[in-house]
Nanobody
Framework: QVQLVESGGGLVQAGGSVRLSCTAS????????MGWYRQPPGKQRELVAR???????VYANSVKGRSTISRDNAKNTVNLQIDSLKPEDTAVYFC?????????WGQGTQVTVSS
C-alpha cells in the first residue's frame, strides 16, 4: 500500500505563490511517476505537472512558465510551486504517484486564489 500525504495550499492572493508538498510512504519497490493534478470547482480533474524518476517533466499549458515541479526520489517526495497565481488556479490539488502496476492519490489540498 502507498499513502500520499499532502501539505501546503490555503488562501492566496492573486499574483502570489503557493508551494505544495507530498510524501509517499508505505511498502513499495519504486515509484515511476509523481505529480500533481487539480480539480477546479465544477470541473474535471486535470494534470498540472508530473515528473518521472529520470527527471522527465510535463506541465499543463495553463501553468507552464510559472510553475516548477521538483522531486526527491530517495525521499519519495514531490513538490510543486506555482507563481503568479490567478483566480482560475483555484482548485483542489491532488498528489499522484504511479508504480509499475498501480496508481495512488492523495486526499487533496485546497488552493483558493482571491482576486
Amino acid at each position: 500500500q502507498v499513502q500520499l500525504v499532502e501539505s501546503g495550499g490555503g488562501l492566496v492572493q492573486a499574483g502570489g505563490s503557493v508551494r505544495l508538498s507530498c510524501t509517499a510512504s508505505g511498502t513499495f519497490f519504486s515509484i515511476t511517476t509523481m505529480g500533481w493534478y487539480r480539480q477546479p470547482p465544477g470541473k474535471q480533474r486535470e494534470l498540472v505537472a508530473r515528473r518521472t524518476t529520470d527527471g522527465s517533466t510535463v506541465y499543463a499549458n495553463s501553468v507552464k512558465g510559472r510553475s516548477t515541479i521538483s522531486r526527491d526520489n530517495a525521499k519519495n517526495t514531490v513538490n510543486l510551486q506555482i507563481d503568479s497565481l490567478k483566480p482560475e488556479d483555484t482548485a483542489v490539488y491532488f498528489c499522484y504517484a504511479s508504480l509499475a502496476q498501480s496508481a495512488h492519490w492523495g486526499q487533496g489540498t485546497q488552493v483558493t486564489v482571491s482576486s
